[in-house]
């Protein structure tokens, strides 16, 4: 018996690279905040025509399998470099590293994300201010004024707690960038792991203030946004160029996309992926277009 | 005839079964074995890169962990304090309660206790760090935030109290064999003389049995430095230097876990992970040495 | 107890170390009985409610993704991964340590070997999860894939099952080996009918606990063979989803608490199952050595 399971486990061992060839399996991998976008997506496209050709009948009647895996933006270029994933997710500009590193590809954008300075609606300063300024930014992100009154001599004395993606996160790094420049951001801020855990941490502390996807504030009527030097997070704005804090949403891969891939990408484009992404509170790329 | 073709087979396998085991098992066993050897050039291997660009003791003790700063600045000091912190804290309930279970289990309980605290202990041990992770997120932290008016309740003394109970069942499995081993005949002759049992226990017992208990705990000490999961759901990853127990934190293996995903291949900052990793290598082999020699003078205490 | 004639010839203060330090250890013993059962009953009564048919027998639905639905994918990848990782760790570690117990001739190489096993058995979930995404998904072309995250779970599972097959084969009854050998018969032989037989449920009862830690291990399998969302069924060549890395998932994202302890309810039940069979084995394996 034991032999037997021996020779079988060998053989698994010799065989397994080449069944690998099966390339109509997608893997995308990559940044947490694209993962719904292409979740749901895949979702709607596998249950609407479940094999491939039906989508494209170029294809094979093969049954669709779409698959997607966190990790984050980095992850994401780094699985497309190691050929480990069919696309990579990145929801950032492409650094320059990466760039070299990836030579000749693609970076289609989806959607783009505006990023919100939001707090809850009960927050001492949301409700008393609609609008912050970026100088005013710099002061409460860099943890220069540690209180609510310190910003503010109308305000309680209540710690500000700001919550902040890790330094790497996408998000982050347009923060870094647009308001704080040289000056790291507050020792006392609170890193979360995932949009998913700031926004539940947002939500349950009205003392609390963040950074956080415009879709996601857009979905919850319980937080809302400050406008930065008076520009709202709105589609338009966004799409205009008016407010500066957004990022784009990429599928990244290798020059020529295997068809499959190429047909999700189709789907994910069109009306009915795009609506998708509208649905999730992001701006689809048919809008800024 | 057929008794000697018998005899023939068996000489046969003899002949060739024994030499083919013997290679087979060997092979297994290097092949094994060599994984260690195998983990330890890829970590040291992919931190090597770091040469050249930090030095090892701003790397270690610069304060500022901001990789996408230009050029990045990538201190560690933060994520080995808090390991620090959390195996301190973690250790300083482990230790005197595992010991504790071990000193029950070995010198008091009762046979029934016995046999039902030991597969307690191993479910314990049992638990995945994940879970543990989780069950920490939905009691301790919540506690935390109303008993100490914590605006959020994750904090290195979330993570070193979980990280303690995952470690207790290995201090107290392995401190229970080495007051097991201590023989009978010591311990009744210090009960004939007279003394109480916690005398004897005290100046007989314990003292032989240390090296035993001490291996347990540097085993416990290793499991909470490498215990990645339940301290980083716990701990709030931040990455400024922690200044007490319930501030936030980030574990070497947090650091490690967080940002290797975000981090491209070749960068420095990817090249200070694999280092990160590399010191945590380190830190567990010295451990391992350190219960090896252990178990030496216990073997020599023992004859 | 306070009748024993031995305390009355101490003075009180002796009397109040003995009382304290029983009282003490009692306290210890049963805080290791406790803390089991509390954290296991915490998460066993708060999980029962989420289970129904629909939550192990669907996928995961829902926005975000696991919400609703279930974890069916999830309880599949696990079993394939596990399955893979038993596969090749079991025969590599019960044919070592036979070669440890039986073969190696030389004490020193045995005491060397066992201190890399230990050693190994010493490393960081973490590091087998980096190396196995360095090296096995990336380097050996494997992918993320059941396959890359089976055998880092094998890496990890090999010195447990090593270490406990090793001390089981030398619980063995040494005269045994060296009549049978007396007799003429190879050593072959007398590993697999006198002794494997004998060390067997001690064997069993080590793989048992090394596969229950590898169902329960999150971080090597989260970079090598784990994805979020998966609709086809677990081949070797295919990311899964796992148990563990779903609960991840489900807390790190706050998706849902609700299935999270669900999740961790199945995972349980799995931990006690597994634990419950290596208890047995290990009663059976004591009743036969006597």
Redesign the interface.
């Known amino acids: 018996m ?1 032999h037997a ?2 020779c ?2 060998l053989a ?2 010799i065989c ?2 080449s ?2 060839s ?1 390339d109509s ?1 997608l ?1 995308l ?1 990559g940044s ?1 905040t694209l ?2 976008i292409v ?2 997506a ?2 709607a496209f ?1 249950t609407r025509y479940r094999t491939w050709n039906r989508f494209d009948p170029a294809l094979p009647a093969r ?1 669709i ?11 994401g ?3 497309v ?5 069919s696309a990579g997710m990145v929801a950032r500009e492409l ?1 320059e ?2 760039l070299e ?1 990836l030579g000749s590809h693609q970076a289609v954008r989806v959607g783009i994300d505006a990023v919100a300075v939001a707090a809850r609606s009960d927050n001492p300063l949301r409700s008393q201010r609609q609008n912050l300024t970026a100088a005013e930014l710099h002061r409460l992100l860099s943890g220069e004024v540690a209180t609510y009154r310190a910003f503010d001599s109308n305000l309680p004395d209540r ?1 500000v ?1 700001l919550l902040v993606r ?4 996408g998000s982050a ?1 347009m923060i ?1 960038r647009q308001f704080l420049g ?1 000056t ?1 951001v507050s ?11 700031l ?3 947002l939500q349950g ?1 009205p ?2 203030l963040a950074y956080i996807s415009a879709g996601l504030v857009n979905a919850h009527d319980d937080i809302s946004a400050f406008a930065i030097d008076g520009v709202q997070p709105s589609d338009d704005n966004v799409v205009s160029g008016a407010y500066e804090l957004a990022r784009p949403l990429l599928i990244v891969h290798r020059d020529t996309p295997n068809p499959y891939l190429a047909a999700f990408m189709r789907f994910l484009l069109g009306p009915d992926g795009q609506a998708i992404v509208a649905d ?1 509170g992001y701006i689809p790329v048919s809008a800024a277009n | 005839m057929a008794q000697v073709m018998a005899q023939d087979v068996r000489q046969l396998s003899r002949m060739t079964l024994d030499p083919l085991m013997w290679t087979a098992s060997l092979a297994a066993l290097l092949l094994g074995v060599s994984t260690l050897f195998l983990i330890i050039i890829y970590v040291l291997y992919q931190a090597s890169g770091l040469i050249g660009e930090i030095s090892l003791g701003a790397f270690l003790f610069s304060e500022a962990w901001v990789p996408l700063a230009e050029p990045p600045r990538l201190g560690i000091m933060h994520a080995w304090m808090s390991t620090l912190y959390v195996t301190a804290i973690s250790l300083l309930v482990a230790v005197p309660l595992g010991v504790g279970i071990a000193l029950f289990t070995a010198e008091l309980a009762p046979p029934a206790a016995r046999a039902v605290l030991q597969p307690c202990l191993e479910v314990l041990a049992g638990i995945p760090s994940v879970v543990y992770g989780f069950f920490g997120f939905v009691t301790l932290v919540v506690w935390f935030e109303a008993w100490f008016d914590m605006t959020t309740g994750v904090s290195i003394l979330a993570a070193g109290l979980i990280v303690a109970i995952t470690v207790t069942p290995f201090i107290a499995s392995t401190a229970t064999e080495a007051l097991d081993a201590v023989s009978a005949g010591d311990r009744e002759a210090g009960l004939s003389l007279g003394v109480t049992r916690f005398y004897t226990i005290r100046r007989i017992v314990l003292p032989r049995a240390m090296p035993g208990i001490f291996a347990g705990v540097v085993l416990g000490f290793a499991r909470a430095i490498g215990e990645t999961l339940a301290a980083l759901m716990l701990i709030g990853n931040s990455v400024a230097i922690p200044g007490s127990v319930l501030d936030r934190g980030q574990t070497l293996t947090g650091l490690v876990a967080t940002e290797l995903g975000e981090a491209a291949v070749g960068t420095p900052k990817y090249h200070a992970l694999f280092a990160a990793s590399a010191v945590l290598m380190v830190l567990i082999l010295l451990i391992n040495v350190g219960i090896l020699l252990a178990k030496k003078r216990l073997l020599r205490h023992g004859f | 107890m306070a009748s024993n004639p031995q305390w009355r010839l101490h003075q009180p203060r002796a009397l109040l170390a003995e009382r304290l330090f029983v009282a003490g250890a009692w306290i210890a013993g049963s805080m290791g009985f406790l803390l089991p059962v509390a954290i296991i009953g915490y998460l066993l009564v708060n999980g029962i409610g989420v289970l129904s048919w629909e939550f192990i027998s669907a996928p995961p639905r829902g926005y975000p993704l696991g919400l609703h639905g279930g974890i069916l994918p999830a309880i599949q990848g696990s079993l394939a991964v596990t399955m893979v990782a038993l596969g090749v760790a079991f025969p590599l570690a019960v044919a070592s340590a036979i070669y440890l117990a039986e073969y190696a001739e030389h004490p020193r190489f045995v005491a060397i070997m066992q201190f890399l096993a230990e050693c190994l058995a010493a490393v960081p979930a973490l590091l087998f999860g980096v190396l196995g995404y360095g090296l096995l998904v990336v380097q050996f072309g494997l992918g993320i894939s059941a396959l890359a995250g089976g055998l880092t779970l094998a890496m990890m599972m090999y010195p447990v099952i090593l270490i406990g097959s090793h001390a089981a084969l030398q619980s063995v009854d040494r005269s045994l080996r060296e009549s049978a050998l007396a007799m003429g018969v190879s050593r072959a032989y007398v590993i697999r009918r006198a002794l494997l037989p004998r060390a067997w449920p001690g064997i069993i009862a080590a793989t048992v606990l090394a596969g229950s830690h590898a169902v329960g291990s999150a971080v090597p399998v989260l970079f090598t063979a784990a994805v979020v969302q998966t609709r086809s069924a677990p081949s070797l060549d295919s990311p899964v989803m796992t148990l563990p890395t779903h609960l991840f998932y489900l807390v790190s994202e706050a998706v849902s608490f609700e299935h999270a302890y669900g999740t961790a309810f199945v995972l349980l039940v799995c931990l006690l199952f597994a634990n419950t069979c290596a208890l047995v084995l290990r009663r059976r394996l004591r009743m036969r050595g006597e």
């Open positions: 034991r399971l021996l079988a486990v698994l061992l397994a690279p069944v690998r099966d399996n893997l991998s947490t993962i719904p979740t749901n895949a979702e596998t049954p399998v779409i698959e997607t895996a966190g990790g984050g933006s980095g992850q270029v780094r699985a470099l190691d050929g480990v994933a650094r590293q990466e590193r710690e707690v890790d330094a790497s996160a790094v870094q040289e790291p020792p006392r801020a609170l890193q979360m792991s995932s949009q998913g855990q926004l539940r941490s502390n003392h609390t999730l």
